[in-house]
């Protein structure tokens, strides 16, 4: 624990910030889940929606520095590219 008054605040705001921060991440997982069960359900339009805001959220993240940039390019391209195997074999 810090003794220092200026310490004390830093771990205090490290907490908010790590706590806004989880919540964040844990949004983004849930619109990545989202698109990945309309596709394992063979719902095209669905997933298609659910990627246009998965794809938004992961934008956001990755500019706020949550998650890093290529991750988030990496993410909406497997989730792109899974939505587009569905709409071939369906």
């Not at 605040?9 to 989202?34: G, I, W």
């Not at 309309?38 to 500019?63: M, N, W, Y």
């Not at 991750?71 to 071939?88: G, Y």
Request: aromatic letters at 2%; glycine letters at 2%.
């Amino acid at each position: 624990m810090p003794n220092i008054k200026s310490a004390k605040k830093r771990l205090r705001q490290n907490e908010k910030r790590r706590a806004a921060n989880l919540s964040l991440k844990r949004e983004v997982r849930r619109y990545c889940r989202t698109v990945r069960r309309a596709c394992d359900a063979k719902d095209v339009p669905v997933a298609e929606t659910a990627f246009r805001i998965a794809a938004k959220h992961l934008d956001q993240a990755a500019s706020k520095k949550i998650i890093h940039k290529n991750t988030a390019s990496r993410v909406k391209s497997r989730l792109s590219a899974r939505i587009k195997a569905v709409k071939t074999a369906g």
